[in-house]
């Protein structure tokens, strides 16, 4: 099926708006492994200019009805994934029944049976078109709509999503109604699983992985829960804007493809993170910064989304560098920083020195497909260093006030690259036309010298001789004898060479 052009996608956004979502999910046959379909219905209100057209997106098995504003559309109508919907009043409802299919690939809603039992288990993941593939919708990032979600399962089953799991009868499960997501952020989790709940500063926690796991999920859960917490603390300080997703759970889900994926309240985790005997300090220390990392998201991403995937990297560049930020604060450690320096840098190192090197933003995204091309360790580590190199150009304190702004200004909708700098601009009172131009534009690594001389410290820029670029470096200047710091002075490299005097009080 065709993949989503941002020229469609801008253009169905200007002639709808999007009221609410009511999503009904048949999983009643989910623990048998020969049944491969669940049965979906959606009743999607919008509004429109009167007698405009647009068209929903769904990815059915086999779509069994269409009802718009209590008129029947054709099911056979539905082509590359997409119905059109014609004539539309300035009050819209569409009711689309559909059989879905069980993905295999972990996307969409994704059924693994674990060997060791033959329990089956399903969790969706819709990153990041494969919503309509569960239920009928308009699948954009910029079409956000609260969620109500109501779940048909075996009665022994647990049932998590973006919202609190209400009993409704037996077998059957309502969600409450969320505050207005992207589609690719809604998930369902369902199955055996084994729980560890608790809850801190009034949101209720929970940490679940399947049956099979229940055991190592006991011994490890005092550890992951305290991570929560403490990183919960962190960005409610940090940002002064309070978790707005109401309960959190953490489901650690079988064949799961990325590492983790930032669903509002209800974060799902490759459940090899659930440590099937001892640990190394470094597997510890990469499952702290996963959850710090995903936590970070629930304000920069599903509280705040891009308009567009051509800005995906600005969540991860600062889920990122926030993970790293967290645990140093929480735990008065270094070692995030060490990590990132030793292990998540060299990944971007790494993707810069190879052919497909990129500008870390500036690479369009004509399509969704597109939008993953360039989607490596520029667009995390290298992003999230760039950002330190604003901290450091701006000031934290303007950091921290700029973040505040961008997400109180644009919560429950979306934003662009260009409102963060703005942001950051309003926050600072500096320009950073010129900064963003150098460092989120352009490729390459620049090579950083320094040597002592004559009262004070030089300190040479090489750009990449076949990328160059005028990147200013705000950095310290450090110096060492015998392991004791002997020197450190500030220094802005804005040019290819630098003298940086060096004071009798700067010198140790």
Not at 72 to 82: E, I, L
Not at 242 to 271: I, K, L, W
Not at 386 to 401: E, M, P, S, Y
């Amino acid at each position: 099926m065709s993949s989503l052009t941002r020229a469609d996608a801008q253009r169905r956004a200007h002639t709808i708006d999007v009221t609410a979502y009511t999503v009904d999910l048949d999983l009643a046959g989910g623990d048998d492994p020969g049944h491969g379909t669940f049965g979906s219905r959606s009743t999607v209100t919008f509004t429109a200019a009167p007698g405009s057209s647009t068209f929903l997106d769904v990815k059915a098995v086999e779509v069994h009805s269409i009802d718009l504003n209590g008129r029947p559309v054709d099911p056979a109508t539905v082509a590359d994934g997409r119905v059109t919907l014609t004539d539309l009043t300035a009050d819209n409802t569409v009711v689309v029944e559909a059989t879905m299919g069980y993905s295999k690939d972990g996307q969409g809603l994704h059924r693994a049976v674990d060997p060791a039992d033959g329990r089956a288990y399903v969790y969706g993941h819709l990153f990041l078109d494969a919503a309509p593939k569960v239920f009928a919708c308009f699948d954009q990032p910029d079409l956000k709509a609260p969620f109500t979600v109501t779940v048909t399962a075996p009665q022994d089953w647990v049932v998590l999503g973006n919202g609190a799991a209400l009993p409704a009868g037996p077998g059957r499960w309502e969600l409450a109604t969320t505050k207005p997501l992207a589609t690719y952020f809604v998930t369902v989790c369902a199955g055996p699983y084994a729980s560890v709940t608790d809850e801190h500063d009034g949101i209720p926690l929970g940490v679940h992985a399947r049956a099979s796991l229940a055991e190592e999920l006991a011994a490890q859960a005092p550890e992951m829960l305290r991570v929560t917490k403490d990183a919960f603390d962190y960005y409610h300080q940090l940002f002064g804007i309070r978790y707005p997703f109401g309960s959190y759970h953490q489901v650690f889900v079988p064949e799961f493809n990325p590492g983790a994926m930032e669903n509002p309240g209800c974060v799902t985790f490759r459940d090899s993170m659930v440590f099937r005997g001892a640990a190394t300090d470094d597997e510890r220390l990469g499952r702290a910064n996963t959850i710090c990392h995903e936590m970070a998201h629930m304000w920069f991403g599903d509280l705040v989304t891009m308009s567009w995937w051509d800005d995906l990297w600005l969540n991860e560049s600062f889920a990122e560098y926030m993970a790293h930020r967290t645990l140093t604060a929480t735990t008065g450690s270094d070692d995030a920083w060490v990590d990132s320096t030793m292990s998540r840098k060299g990944w971007g190192y790494a993707a810069e020195r190879a052919p497909s090197t990129h500008p870390v933003a500036g690479s369009p995204a004509p399509d969704a497909d597109t939008a993953l091309q360039n989607f490596d360790g520029i667009s995390y580590a290298k992003g999230a260093a760039v950002l330190r190199q604003l901290i450091a150009h701006l000031g934290d304190d303007a950091f921290v006030t700029g973040i505040a702004d961008y997400l109180r200004g644009h919560a429950y909708g979306n934003a662009a690259l260009a409102d963060f700098l703005g942001a950051m601009e309003a926050a600072s009172g500096r320009d950073l036309t010129g900064w963003a131009a150098a460092w989120l534009t352009t490729s390459g690594v620049d090579a950083i010298a320094a040597e002592a001389v004559q009262g004070g410290v030089r300190v040479t820029r090489t750009p990449p001789v076949d990328r160059p670029a005028d990147r200013p470096h705000t950095l310290d200047v450090a110096g060492w004898t015998d392991g004791r710091e002997v020197l450190r002075v500030g220094a802005t490299v804005d040019r290819d060479e630098v003298t940086v005097p060096v004071g009798a009080g700067q010198a140790g």
